[in-house]
């Protein structure tokens, strides 16, 4: 079940390129989310949406851009890559009623150097 | 968004039962307590949830006290494969309001 994908899996990019994610869900859910994980610690949120066009900062936004023009794209933008950006990110989805669960994409590797 | 807290880490061997305890005294009367699984190189994944009382599925039992201010996942006859993070999440439509998850219990089942 594809119902949530990354891409790219994995990438690698320099210091102050411009880097983008892509996350494409097939339930027309309306929330998506995303959040990075770093190497032996839990998941931070970065930006999350509850709808087209609706966006919200996380825990840790800065950085990072967002946008959400159809509701099952959530693109996720380094606009100048730094090292410290070098994490697992994962985008996730959720549906609009009291006790809907989370769905997980499988993560983007990014490494900046 | 409810606050949660729980151990940082367990350690257990197979065939034993294991419990976590989480803690979310401000819980909300509209939240829902929901537990998910990550392995690593993984996203999390969706255990059990539950309102009140028990909840019993095939993989784990959730046990709610009366108050709801904490609830337990329990995971019956542990195996090498169980090891994981768990995370404890307490909220009512996920998204509504910043969704986050905490460090979570680093499960560690030993042979």
């Known amino acids: 079940d594809a119902g949530i994908t990354q891409s790219p899996r994995y990438k690698i990019t320099e210091t102050g390129r411009q880097v983008t994610l892509m996350c494409h869900q097939t339930?027309?859910?309306?929330?998506m989310f995303w959040y990075r994980q770093d190497l032996g610690h839990g998941l931070r949120l970065i930006y999350y949406?509850?709808?087209?066009?609706?966006?919200d900062k996380g825990e840790v936004p800065d950085g990072y851009v967002v946008s959400r023009s159809k509701t099952e794209n959530f693109p996720l933008t380094l606009e100048s890559a730094t090292r410290s950006q070098t994490s697992v990110y994962f985008c996730?989805?959720?549906?609009?009623?009291?006790?809907?669960?989370?769905?997980f994409g499988e993560g983007s590797w990014l490494t900046v150097v | 968004l409810a606050k949660t807290t729980q151990p940082i880490s367990m350690d257990s061997y197979e065939g034993q039962e294991v419990n976590i305890t989480c803690s979310h005294n401000?819980?909300?009367?509209?939240?829902?307590i929901t537990w998910y699984q990550q392995f690593p190189s993984q996203g999390p994944r969706f255990i059990i949830q539950?309102?009140?009382t028990k909840v019993t599925n095939e993989v784990a039992s959730l046990f709610i006290p009366a108050d709801r201010k904490s609830s337990t996942l329990s995971l019956p006859r542990v195996s090498l494969s169980d090891t994981a993070v768990y995370y404890c999440?307490?909220?009512?439509?996920?998204?509504?309001?910043?969704?986050?998850f905490g460090s979570g219990t680093r499960l560690q089942v030993q042979p």
């Open positions: 996730a989805s959720s549906g609009g009623q009291a006790g809907n669960t989370i769905y």
């Open positions: 339930w027309s859910h309306s929330y």
């Open positions: 949406s509850a709808a087209a066009d609706i966006t």
């Open positions: 401000n819980i909300a009367t509209n939240d829902y």
């Open positions: 539950g309102y009140k």
């Open positions: 999440l307490v909220g009512d439509i996920p998204g509504r309001r910043a969704l986050t």
